[in-house]
Structures are given as structure tokens and as C-alpha cells.
T-cell receptor
Framework: QKEVEQDPGPLSVPEGAIVSLNCTYSNSAFQYFMWYRQYSRKGPELLMYTYSSGNKEDGRFTAQVDKSSKYISLFIRDSQPSDSATYLCAMSGNTNAGKSTFGDGTTLTVKP | GAGVSQSPSNKVTEKGKDVELRCDPISGHTALYWYRQSLGQGLEFLIYFQGNSAPDKSGLPSDRFSAERTGGSVSTLTIQRTQQEDSAVYLC?????????????FGAGTRLSVL
């Protein structure tokens, strides 16, 4: 079993929809939770970063972490065609800080 | 430079040949990471450097893979006797250090095809 499991998708939604992307994990040592966005033939870029449990909002994006359930989510409000990309969750702990563990990614398509 | 630079962007090679992939991190970033991304898959951790040393080489798939970093800057990932299963996108990332938030900035990757 992988340490990080991500809803595989693909996901296709109409423009303006609310999108929910989710990951579960098994390693209770994870403290730092990231969401990356990756456009086709590009490297991932950091979208959201959260420490421990709680919510974080940035514009149309909200990241949620529930450590008790080992579950994290990324919500996208008023989705736009430009949001079409692969979204990767990533996590790391206090030790071995050089290593992040990534989910396999969810490919999102927002249709105009 | 402004971002992480990787070269070449594409590499086609024949099975059994050696290849070298290069990564130029963001200036001032002391930590450097290599990942492999196969088609439709997430990122597979290979190795990271803090300065010129590599505390964790556990992700290297076999002894055909090696990496080095010199001068605390440029890194080279070498794959010897390439196999078809080595075909993937090899991504490099850098960060300011091993601060706990571990925010990594990625290059565009080298797309390796082994024929």
C-alpha cells in the first residue's frame, strides 16, 4: 500500500463548478501538506502549503487537512478552463525533511 | 537564473547507452532533489542533496543510477546501460534548504526515451 493515495480521476467539470480533490495517507509523521499543479509538459508548481490540521484559503483555492482522518482536500471554486491541469498532493514530516512523498495526481479538465 | 533549469529537455537514446541529465538549481538554493515521473504516475523520489552531500539515496532504482553535485550548485544524474523501463520524465527541484516547510521549485524536466 502506498503511503499517499490520491483519487485517480480523471475529472471533467463545467466552467464555474466547485472541484474537490482528495488524498489520504498512512504515515502519521506527516506534518506538511502541499498541493502542486502541473500543466502538460511542465514541472509541478506549488499551489498551496499547509502545516498540520486546518484550512487555508488563497483566492479560489482552499486546502483542508484533517490529521485525525489522515485526509486532505483541495477545493477550487468557480473553476476556470485555465485550471485544467494535473494536481498532485505531497507530504513531508519533521524528519528527513528533504523527502516529500507525492500522490499519483488527479487530472482535471474544466470545460468552457 | 530565475528558475530551475534542466537539460536536455528531451533525450532519445538506445538501450544500453549511458545518459547524463543536468540540473541548474535556483541561485542560493542549497537543497536539490531528483524525481522520476512515469506516464500517468506521480513523482517517484530518487535522491536529494544538501550542499554537495546526498543524505538519502534510498530512492535510486538500481546501481545503474548515480548522481552528483559539485560546488553546491549544478547536479548531474547519470543512468548507465539504459533500459526501456528507464523511459520517463526526470524532474529536478530545488529549495532554500531543508527547512521544515520544504517548498520545492521544479524544473520542466528531461523527457527520456530509451529505444
Amino acid at each position: 500500500q502506498k503511503e499517499v493515495e490520491q483519487d485517480p480521476g480523471p475529472l471533467s467539470v463545467p466552467e464555474g463548478a466547485i472541484v474537490s480533490l482528495n488524498c489520504t495517507y498512512s504515515n502519521s509523521a506527516f506534518q506538511y501538506f502541499m498541493w502542486y499543479r502541473q500543466y502538460s509538459r511542465k514541472g509541478p508548481e506549488l499551489l498551496m502549503y499547509t502545516y498540520s490540521s486546518g484550512n487555508k484559503e488563497d483566492g479560489r483555492f482552499t486546502a483542508q487537512v484533517d490529521k485525525s482522518s489522515k485526509y486532505i482536500s483541495l477545493f477550487i471554486r468557480d473553476s476556470q478552463p485555465s485550471d485544467s491541469a494535473t494536481y498532485l498532493c505531497a507530504m513531508s514530516g519533521n524528519t528527513n525533511a528533504g523527502k516529500s512523498t507525492f500522490g499519483d495526481g488527479t487530472t482535471l479538465t474544466v470545460k468552457p | 537564473g530565475a528558475g530551475v533549469s534542466q537539460s536536455p529537455s528531451n533525450k532519445v537514446t538506445e538501450k544500453g547507452k549511458d545518459v547524463e541529465l543536468r540540473c541548474d538549481p535556483i541561485s542560493g538554493h542549497t537543497a536539490l532533489y531528483w524525481y522520476r515521473q512515469s506516464l500517468g504516475q506521480g513523482l517517484e523520489f530518487l535522491i536529494y542533496f544538501q550542499g554537495n552531500s546526498a543524505p538519502d539515496k534510498s530512492g535510486l532504482p538500481s546501481d545503474r543510477f548515480s548522481a552528483e553535485r559539485t560546488g553546491g550548485s549544478v547536479s548531474t544524474l547519470t543512468i548507465q546501460r539504459t533500459q526501456q523501463e528507464d523511459s520517463a520524465v526526470y524532474l529536478c527541484a530545488s529549495s532554500r534548504g531543508l527547512a521544515r516547510q520544504n517548498i520545492q521549485y521544479f524544473g520542466a524536466g528531461t523527457r527520456l526515451s530509451v529505444l
